[in-house]
Every structure is written in structure tokens, then in C-alpha cells.
């Protein structure tokens, strides 16, 4: 669909129950997909190993640079948001309106190639009415867009950064229970998969709070809990957090990414300290994600049909978590 020498953009078979997005570069239409992957080639050899993909159903899995052997595994998925637990005038029935519809991905290449600033650009363009509509998984009630700047992978890690507006369509009323526990209103999740101390793609959680750095660590005992137990806000004049790997192995896909969350602005109904929650289940399934990690920021206890808001955060994707501090 898209090479010229250097980036290899290709459309690939997904079965998930999300229609297809369209797809266009440079402004031309290249048909329709609900699987988008991005590979960059490495500097003087013919090998092009995948850093990014996109689900028609708003995830993304980004990964560094390096070609090893065996090959760097995706692992966890950022889902694009924000996301949010509550009711509305369609929904009177408490929902989490959890992931978007894809309509459009268009892709701009005329910045790529040039040294070590070269970035790609992705707009992409929710659908919020879809045959998905009963399926209360799909966030039906707010138009959603992005633009998304990936930067030239390296080694190490890559990086994206992401600029979300939504506006809500309808009248919501946010979960006040959940409100309370910071997981109604989330500005952005990460989907992944822990099942215990071997069986996993990332095994902790490590919050940038104002005085400290606090890791949480993953454990079976802990599944079915809001965690941490204790939260903390994150540092309000540096906001990040990581997801993490620690030891490179988790079974069956191994050396799966660490990933690095920088929320540089919100605006909107939103406000105050970011907290960041994570919550596990005792699923056994090594095919399916059973790990959420969401930002949360308080939200008043009802949203207007027009509210509008913005959403922009960087992502980084290391090799381990070692390689995050090395940004």
C-alpha cells in the first residue's frame, strides 16, 4: 500500500467485531481495513519490523526501533480515549462506553526522512453510530478525534505523541460511585495481560508522584482489586506514569515493551490531580487482555450534550523499563 524505502505502511486481517476504517495517504484513498501496521526499516540491512499498529477498534500497540533475535513482541495496547462509566439519554442503563469506532486514518508522510526530527502524521476520525450501538463496549456518545505524531523509531524506544479533542453528543451523568474510586471519567487507558509472576506482558506500575517515585507491583493475590491500594496523585507540574516490564520474559510473548505515559495538557470538564488506577481479574486466558490501567481526573456529576474537551500525552515504548529512564 505505502514504500518507499524506508517506511512500509500495510493494510492486515483482524477479526474483531469492529467495522473497518478507511484509509488514506497523502490524501488518496487506499480502501478499508480494521488493521493498520506501520514498519520502519533498519539502517543499512532489508529488514522492516513493525513499530506501530491500528485496530479499527481504537487500540494501539507501539514498539522500539530494534530488529534482535528473536524479534521485539507487541505487547500491551494503548486504547485511544477518553473513555467513561456512567448513563446517558440513550443509555439510561449504567455503561462503560469503553473504546471507539474507527471511521478514518488518513496519513501524512511529507515530514518523514528528514534526519533524526522526521515524524509521520495520523489523523484519525471516530464513528460514534455503528452497528455496535447494543454492544455497550463502543463509546457511542462523544465525536471523537486524534492527531498523532510518530516520531523516527530508534533502538531504545519509540515515540508518539497523541492530541485528542472529544465533544459530547448527548447528556451524561458519570458514575458517582466510580467517581469516587477515580474510575468514571478516563482520559486514556492501556489494555495488557497479567496472570502471575510467569504469565504475563507487564508485571508493575510505577507512578511519578510529586516527592517520589512508587512502584506497585503485580501479583496474583492482588487480582480483583482497585490498585494501588493506597492511590497517589501524579506530580501536577510533570504528570507520567509507566507500565512496565521488569523482566523481559513474561510467557508466552517474552520481552514485551515498557510503556511511558507524559500527560502534557487537558482541558475541558475535567479537573485536578491525575490519578492513574489499574484493576486485573483472575482470568487464565493467555489470548485476551484481562489488565486496565486508566488516568482518571474528577468530573462534575453530570456533562451537557456539547461539552467539549482536549486530551494531549506523549507515549513512549522502551525495551524494558530500564530503557525509559534512559529518555
Given amino acids: 500500500m505505502f514504500n518507499d524505502g524506508v517506511w512500509v505502511i500495510k493494510k492486515l486481517r483482524a477479526f474483531i ?21 506501520f514498519a520502519k526499516r533498519v539502517s543499512n540491512t532489508s529488514r522492516f519490523p513493525q513499530v506501530l499498529v491500528i485496530y479499527s477498534s481504537g487500540y494501539l500497540r507501539l514498539k522500539a526501533g530494534a ?36 471511521k478514518r486514518v488518513a496519513i501524512d508522510t511529507s515530514q518523514l ?6 515524524r509521520m502524521l495520523i489523523r ?69 495481560m497479567f496472570i502471575d509472576n510467569v504469565r504475563h506482558d507487564v508485571d508493575a506500575l510505577r507512578l511519578h508522584t510529586e516527592n517520589d517515585t512508587a512502584t506497585s507491583s503485580y501479583d496474583s493475590s492482588l487480582a480483583n482489586l482497585l490498585l494501588p491500594v493506597t492511590p497517589h ?15 523481559d520474559a513474561g510467557w508466552p510473548n517474552g520481552n514485551t515493551p515498557s510503556y511511558r505515559i507524559r500527560i502534557n495538557s487537558t482541558t475541558g470538564p ?34 451537557k450534550k456539547g461539552t467539549t474537551g482536549t486530551i494531549n500525552y506523549t507515549l513512549i515504548a522502551g525495551v524494558n523499563a530500564h530503557s525509559l529512564e534512559e529518555i
Fill in 233 to 247: 496523585a501524579l506530580n501536577p507540574a510533570k504528570p507520567m506514569f509507566d507500565s512496565i516490564h521488569t523482566d
Fill in 124 to 192: 484519525i476520525t471516530n464513528s460514534p453510530a455503528n452497528r455496535l450501538r447494543d454492544s455497550g463496549t463502543t463509546n457511542q456518545i462523544m465525536d471523537l478525534t486524534w492527531l498523532l505524531a510518530l516520531e523516527e523509531p530508534h533502538e531504545l524506544a519509540s515515540t508518539l505523541h497523541v492530541a485528542g479533542t472529544f465533544e459530547f453528543t448527548e447528556d451524561v451523568i458519570p458514575d458517582p460511585m466510580q467517581t469516587k474510586t477515580f474510575e468514571s471519567m478516563r482520559l486514556l487507558q492501556i489494555s495488557s
Fill in 17 to 37: 467485531p469492529e467495522d473497518p476504517f478507511e484509509v488514506l495517504i497523502n490524501g488518496e484513498s487506499m480502501g478499508r481495513t480494521k488493521l493498520l501496521s
Fill in 270 to 303: 475535567t479537573a485536578g490531580p491525575i490519578m492513574v488506577r489499574a484493576f486485573f481479574n483472575n482470568s487464565q486466558n493467555l489470548r485476551h487482555d484481562n489488565l486496565g490501567l486508566w488516568a482518571f481526573q474528577q468530573v462534575p456529576a453530570s456533562i
Fill in 67 to 102: 530488529d534482535p533475535t528473536p524479534p521485539l513482541p507487541f505487547g500491551q495496547s494503548l486504547v485511544l480515549g477518553p473513555a467513561i462509566s456512567g448513563t446517558s439519554a440513550s443509555c439510561p442503563k449504567k455503561t462503560l462506553f469503553f473504546h471507539p469506532q474507527l
Fill in 113 to 118: 526522512n528528514q534526519g533524526s526530527t522526521g
